[in-house]
Every structure is written in C-alpha cells, then in structure tokens.
C-alpha cells in the first residue's frame, strides 16, 4: 500500500454509461492528479488540484469531470465515454504542487469501454 | 517544452547482469527536478529517486544508481546484479519549477529472466 487508494480496481463500462472513479489519500497532502496510462504513450496528465482548487486543465475532454471535495478524496466522473478512452487511471497525490515534492502514486483503476 | 525521451522501449537481460536505463530530458528552466518510478506489474508507479538541477553528484543506493550528466541532459539508472524481481516499467520524470506539472517518459520495460 502506497497510501493513496483508488477504486474500484478494474471496471468495464459501456458507452452510454455513468460511472466514478474514486481515489482517496490519508497523507496529509495537499494536491492531488489524475493521469492517464495508455499502452505506449507516456503518462497524461489530465487534472491537477491544489488545496481542492483545480490548477490545470489539460485539454481534456469534458466526458471526463474532475471533483475534488476536501484534500483527501478525488473523483473522476465518466460518462458517454469512447472506446480509446480504455486506460489505466492513475491518481497521485504530493505535499503540494511545489516541484521538490515526488508524487506517490495510486495502483489504478483498469478502464475498459465497450 | 520539457520533454523527456526514453529511448529503450524493452531490454531483456539475463538475472546477474548489470542493465542501464537511459533517460535524455529537455528543459528551458535552470532550475528543475528529475525523478525514475518503477511500475510493476500491479501497476502503482513507486518512488525510486529524486534528483534537483544544481546537484550532479552521482548517487548509488544499493544496487541501483544514477548518473546525471547536465551537460548532456541526461539522467541514467543503472541496476546492477539484476534479479528477476527488477523486472518492470521504469519511467523518468522531470518537473519543471515553472509549473506544477510531471511529465514523464514513455517508459522502459525491463525484463529479467532467471
């Protein structure tokens, strides 16, 4: 255990569906990230909040909604979602968004869209 | 931009044998932070070093050790006396002191067979 837990651990939704992702850190950190893992491409990037605030925004697309509602819980929430957007969901958590802090990560949450 | 490249997709090696992960980064800041993570097959992303721009003293941590060359732009790993229990993605990271954004490489997939 890392100390940042997501649930669930794998999910297979179909297009038309709504589901969350939830990710959860007892830390004491004060920003948390969810990235995307596709099989050969680097890690994306998706949301990034400090102190429950979002501070960037990376283009993602808005079947994809972010909500943070204190410094310990982080949601994803998914709907009318594609076939390409079948992925590993990472969530990471730091001290805060300084860059001398390394993130601890999460084990994922194995998306598959059919 | 930063960028950072990992040009070794996959490296197989045999258990005993040193290995050397490459990681080549790009940068306008003269001040930023270079991480290596190992992914194992559960899929966290674990922690393995931190290294800062204005520290380019090697470091070695049992039998794992790094090399920064800031003239060359690069921070190498390198394992040595592997064992099957190595076997994983390795990624490189580097975080600029300008944003709050890790941008990692696309990955190194080691494997060590017995």
């Known amino acids: 255990e890392t100390g940042v837990t997501q649930t669930p651990r794998h999910l297979v939704m179909g297009m038309t569906n709504k589901k969350s992702l939830k990710c959860e850190q007892h830390l004491g950190h004060n920003a948390m990230y969810w990235y995307k893992q596709s099989a050969k491409k680097p890690l994306e990037l998706m949301f990034v909040y400090s102190l429950e605030e979002r501070v960037e925004n990376n283009s993602v697309p808005s079947r994809f909604s972010p909500e943070c509602p204190n410094s310990s819980h982080l949601f994803l929430h998914l709907h009318t979602l594609q076939p390409e957007d079948s992925a590993l969901y990472l969530c990471?958590?730091?001290?805060?968004?300084?860059?001398?802090?390394?993130?601890?990560f999460g084990s994922g949450t194995r998306l598959t869209v059919v | 931009a930063q960028k950072v490249t990992q040009a070794q997709t996959e490296i197989s090696v045999v258990e005993k044998e040193d290995v050397t992960l490459d990681c080549v980064y790009e940068?306008?800041?003269?001040?930023?932070?270079l991480f290596w993570y190992k992914q194992p097959p559960s899929g966290e992303l674990v922690f393995l070093i931190r290294r800062n721009s204005f520290d380019e003293q090697n470091e070695i941590s049992g039998r794992y050790s790094w090399n920064f060359q800031k003239s060359t732009s690069s921070f190498n790993f390198t394992i040595t006396a592997s064992q099957v229990v190595d076997s994983a993605v390795y990624f490189c990271a580097l975080r600029e002191t300008s944003g709050s954004r890790l941008t990692f490489g696309e990955g190194t997939q080691l494997t060590v067979n017995p």
């Open positions: 940068t306008r800041d003269t001040t930023y932070y």
């Open positions: 990471a958590s730091s001290q805060d968004t300084t860059p001398f802090y390394g993130y601890t």
